[in-house]
Structure formats: structure tokens, C-alpha cells
């Protein structure tokens, strides 16, 4: 167990729908990622917080957007959900560092119908 | 453009035997590399960090390898195990907010 926890495991939704991911880093954490993982695409960087502040940003579409709140806690939503959307989406969390090692949670399997 | 580059094709190796990982890369200057291991369905989990001014790390039946004038990890499992039968994935840490750049990763299946 990382200490990451994501909900839900599972989510299946129709095209053109709008879902909210979220993710708990472990405890003491400020940094929180968020990765999507499909199988042509491997694991792609969408984007980071720290201490409630956006970091560091990937390729992330402009349908999605993500926000970290005050108890550190973040949600990744996802708009106007397209066909190609479905994947595992990963939250990880790292602490201050250097050299972080990122601890990953189970991921939430996105299946757009 | 840049890339990183582990064999796609899936590690086929016996039990007991030393499999080795390659992780190529190109158009990056990464102030450190991770190995990550992950399992179908679940996230991946940390097993190495190696920093760009080291040659070489282990913990246990595991050993990195780093040289960044080839721009090539080597990652090796000594004594492996049909336990260690996983999906290997590189990631270059950029610095920059630490968010990592991670490789396509190399499926390893140990055989009895």
C-alpha cells in the first residue's frame, strides 16, 4: 500500500459527459501529480501541485483541469469526455526533495462509452 | 525530438538468470533516472533512483546503471524470480517541479 489512495476504482461514462477523479496523497505529501496511462501512450505527465499551487503543467487537454485544496487533497475533472479519453489515470504524491521518489495510487480506470 | 526508448518487445528469461533492462534516451539532460515496476491494473512502485553524477546504485538483487554521455540506464535483476515477472518502466527526472518523463516500459516474464 503507498498511502495514495484514488476514487473511484472504476468509472464508466457516455461521450460528451463531465467525471471528477480524486486523490489523496499520503500523509505529509505537498506534491501531488497526475499521470494518464493508455495503452499507444504509456504513462504521459498531465500535471502537478504543490501546496495547492499548480507547478508544473504536461499534456494536459483544455477539457481537463485539476485543483489541489487546502487539506492537500486534488480532483482531476474531466469535460466533454471523448471516446479516446478512456484510460487509467494515476495520482501520485512525493515529498519535498531533490531527488522525490513518487508514490503512486491504484489508479482510476476510465471507460468512455 | 526527444525520446526514451526501452525494449518494447517483452524479456523472456529462466529463473535464476540475471535480466537486464535497457533505457535509452535522446534530447534530454535528466538530473536523475527512477526505475518503477508496475503490475497489470495497479500503479506503479518505486524501486531506484539513481542522480546524473553516479555510475552505479543497488539494493538488493537489483542494480542501476547510469551513463549519461551514452544516455542509457541499465537496469539488472540478479537471481531473478517468477515474482519479479512485472512491466519495468523508466523515468527521467527533468528537475523543474520534479515531475517525471517516463519510457514505454519492458515486460519481463520469468519462467520456471
Known amino acids: 500500500d503507498s498511502g495514495v489512495t484514488q476514487t473511484p476504482k472504476h468509472l464508466i461514462t457516455a461521450t460528451g459527459q463531465r467525471v471528477t477523479l480524486r486523490c489523496s496523497p499520503r500523509?505529509?505529501?505537498?506534491?501531488v501529480y497526475w499521470y494518464q496511462q493508455s495503452l499507444d501512450q504509456g504513462l504521459q505527465f498531465l500535471i502537478q501541485?504543490?501546496?495547492?499551487?499548480?507547478?508544473a503543467k504536461g499534456n494536459i487537454l483544455e477539457r481537463f483541469s485539476a485543483q489541489q485544496f487546502p487539506d492537500l487533497h486534488s480532483e482531476l475533472n474531466l469535460s466533454s469526455l471523448e471516446l479516446g479519453d478512456s484510460a487509467l489515470y494515476f495520482c501520485?504524491?512525493?515529498?519535498?526533495?531533490?531527488?522525490?521518489?513518487?508514490?503512486f495510487g491504484q489508479g482510476t480506470r476510465l471507460t468512455v462509452v | 525530438s526527444q525520446k526514451i526508448e526501452q525494449n518494447s518487445e517483452a524479456l523472456n528469461i529462466q529463473e535464476g538468470k540475471t535480466a537486464t533492462l535497457t533505457c535509452n534516451y535522446t534530447?534530454?539532460?535528466?538530473?536523475?533516472l527512477q526505475w518503477y515496476r508496475q503490475d497489470p491494473g495497479r500503479g506503479p512502485v518505486f524501486l531506484l533512483l539513481?542522480?546524473?553524477?553516479?555510475k552505479e546504485k543497488r539494493k538488493e538483487r537489483l542494480k542501476v546503471t547510469f551513463d549519461t554521455t551514452l544516455k542509457q540506464s541499465l537496469f539488472h535483476i540478479t537471481a531473478s524470480q517468477p515474482a519479479d515477472s512485472a512491466t519495468y518502466l523508466c523515468?527521467?527526472?527533468?528537475?523543474?517541479?520534479?515531475?517525471?518523463?517516463f519510457g514505454t516500459g519492458t515486460q519481463l516474464k520469468v519462467e520456471l
Open positions: 501520485a504524491s512525493s515529498v519535498v526533495s531533490n531527488f522525490p521518489e513518487a508514490f
Open positions: 500523509s505529509g505529501d505537498l506534491s
Open positions: 501541485y504543490y501546496n495547492g499551487e499548480e507547478r
Open positions: 534530447n534530454y539532460s535528466p538530473a536523475y
Open positions: 539513481i542522480r546524473e553524477n553516479e
Open positions: 523515468a527521467l527526472g527533468l528537475g523543474g517541479g520534479n515531475k517525471l518523463t
